[in-house]
């Protein structure tokens, strides 16, 4: 009989942690044991797994004792005092969190795209997931960046609420209720301004845009935005890629879409680039405009593909390509990821 795991999810009651339970059913991952770790507030609540009652714990340093794989979607804080007791526990532990990924000793794996770096969990036993924007940028550039070389990204996101968590889920909701019950009525999309109590973001989030995702930092950038220059380095191993990117909330509640502009050292045509990503592992080319088909959100939610389409030469730059990109953030951005990269594991080195 092929082996089977003890597995414990740190955040099991949160968006990510719901999916990565999800996932690991759907995926008929090799689970033996299975335990949810949560906050002080969910103690003995009841969740279940395959059908079978499961009580969260609560998280404590003692919470890992004959775990295998310990997947964490906590917040950073939590994956930083929480997730070295998991190691030395013996576990492997796979980090959604910001808190390890530029960490040299620590691997940040897409296995569609750097499967091989996962040996380096033994430097740590923690092994990272990198930002959901990052992830679905990587699947769909991989492919390219060894036909051509990459040597410059502009990304433009369009990112869903569903990246900020079940809160911001409710309040995108709770906006276009009351727009829609009348209070916006005859006043355009700010009916309600001043209204509305905003507490996932600085402004609404109902028919808005928002250039701002995580915190500013010095350089005018935001935290979101240097994860997908930092992280992109690493991924590709490549520290000369030059990476310049926009984070944009909007009001979509799951998926999100990216605008890549590309610079290569080598050409790379539309065609070429359709041809490598058709065969690419995790990607869909969803590209005919003659048609009006190309990717959109509504239809990346729920899936585990990174879609790509709108492949065209950039009339701006030699050798440039343009891209359109989308998946499922809480999916393969998150929880899917963290699963595949359990997978890996599972198979090589566990
Ligand atoms: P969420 O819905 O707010 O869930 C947070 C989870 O963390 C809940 O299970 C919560 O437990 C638990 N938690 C909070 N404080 C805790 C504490 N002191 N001790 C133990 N558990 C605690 O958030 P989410 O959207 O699932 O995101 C969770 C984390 O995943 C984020 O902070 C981020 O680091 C990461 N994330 C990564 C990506 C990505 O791009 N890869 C995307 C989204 C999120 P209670 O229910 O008991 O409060
Ligand atoms: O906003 C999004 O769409 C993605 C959010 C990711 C996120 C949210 C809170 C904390 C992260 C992350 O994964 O980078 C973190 C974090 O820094 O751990």
Redesign the pocket.
């Known amino acids: 009989m092929s082996r089977r795991f003890n597995v414990a999810v740190a955040g099991a009651t949160g968006a990510v942690g719901q999916m990565m339970i999800k996932v690991l059913e759907e995926r008929d991952f090799p689970v033996n044991e299975i335990r949810y770790l949560a906050s002080e507030r969910s103690e003995g609540k009841e969740l279940s797994f395959r059908g079978q009652k499961v009580i969260v714990r609560k998280l404590g340093h003692d919470s890992f004792d004959g775990v295998d794989v310990a997947l964490f979607s906590a917040?950073?804080g939590r994956s930083l005092e929480f997730a070295p007791s998991a190691a030395e526990a013996g576990a492997v532990v796979i980090d959604?969190?910001?808190?390890w990924r530029m960490d040299p000793d620590v691997p940040l794996v897409v296995p569609e795209v750097n499967p091989h770096a996962v040996a380096g969990y033994t430097n740590r036993g923690i092994i990272a997931n990198p930002?959901?924007?990052t992830i679905q940028m990587m699947v769909a550039l991989k492919p390219l960046h060894d036909y051509a070389k990459i040597q410059r990204i502009v990304v433009s996101t369009y990112?869903?609420v569903s990246?900020?968590g079940q809160k911001a889920i409710d309040e995108l909701e709770a906006e276009v209720k009351q727009w829609a019950s009348g209070a916006g009525e005859g006043k355009g999309a700010k009916g309600y301004a001043g209204e509305f109590d905003y507490s996932a973001y600085p402004y609404q989030i109902a028919f808005n845009c928002l250039p701002h995702?995580?915190v500013f930092t010095e350089n005018g950038y935001t935290?979101?935005e240097m994860?997908m220059v930092n992280e992109t380095r690493k991924i590709l191993e490549d520290d000369t890629i030059m990476v310049s990117a926009t984070t944009v909330?909007v009001p979509v509640f799951y998926s999100?879409s990216e605008s890549v502009n590309l610079k290569f050292a080598d050409p790379v045509s539309a065609d070429k680039a359709r041809e490598l990503l058709s065969s690419a592992p995790g990607v869909k080319v969803v590209d005919d405009v003659s048609k009006n088909i190309y990717p959109m959100p509504l239809d990346a939610e729920g899936q585990d593909l990174t879609f790509v389409g709108r492949i065209r030469e950039d009339i701006s730059q030699e050798n440039g390509l343009d891209l359109w990109v989308v998946a499922d953030?809480i999916r393969k951005g998150a929880a899917t990821n963290a699963v595949q990269i359990a997978e890996l594991m599972a198979e090589k080195y566990l």
């Open positions: 917040g950073g959604n969190s910001s808190a930002n959901c924007s990112q869903a990246g900020t995702i995580d935290k979101e994860k909330r999100h953030n």
